[in-house]
């Protein structure tokens, strides 16, 4: 029994859209892993150097990456919990995300479950 569960195809699905989205609902408290998992998944396509954010403008660009970094210095920070900060981390991912968030939505209505 345990053989035939090796030859089975495993499905790849993307976890990231639905716990990017997840970030972004009312009430939702961010934690670190949250952020982490945002800004690595911004520098991941960044490195690869992502059609989506080439064609943004330079001035966006340069939006972006100061929320990425505000978003990083807010880790640093002591009182993550309070609500102000809460928001103002919700607020830098929001805008860290701009540009990707098409491909986000696309991925994730690909993976819906009915």
């Known amino acids: 029994?345990?053989?035939?569960?090796?030859?089975?195809?495993?499905?790849k699905l993307p976890v990231l859209p639905s716990r990017i989205t997840r970030i972004f609902e009312p009430g939702y408290v961010?934690?670190?892993?949250?952020?982490?998992?945002?800004?690595?998944?911004?520098?991941?396509?960044?490195?690869?150097?992502d059609p989506l954010l080439m064609d943004l403008p330079?001035?966006?660009l340069i939006t972006n990456f100061q929320y990425f970094s505000e978003a990083?210095?807010?880790?640093?920070?002591?009182?993550?919990?309070s609500y102000s900060t809460q928001e103002r981390l919700r607020t830098c991912l929001h805008e860290v995300l701009y540009g990707l968030r098409g491909e986000m939505q696309?991925?994730?209505?690909?993976?819906?479950?009915?």
């Open 58 to 60: 330079k001035p966006r």
């Open 106 to 114: 696309q991925s994730s209505m690909n993976y819906s479950v009915s």
């Open 30 to 49: 961010i934690c670190r892993d949250d952020v982490l998992l945002v800004l690595h998944y911004v520098q991941q396509k960044v490195a690869l150097e």
């Open 72 to 81: 990083a210095m807010l880790l640093l920070g002591e009182h993550t919990s």
């Open 1 to 11: 029994m345990m053989d035939d569960l090796a030859y089975l195809p495993v499905l």
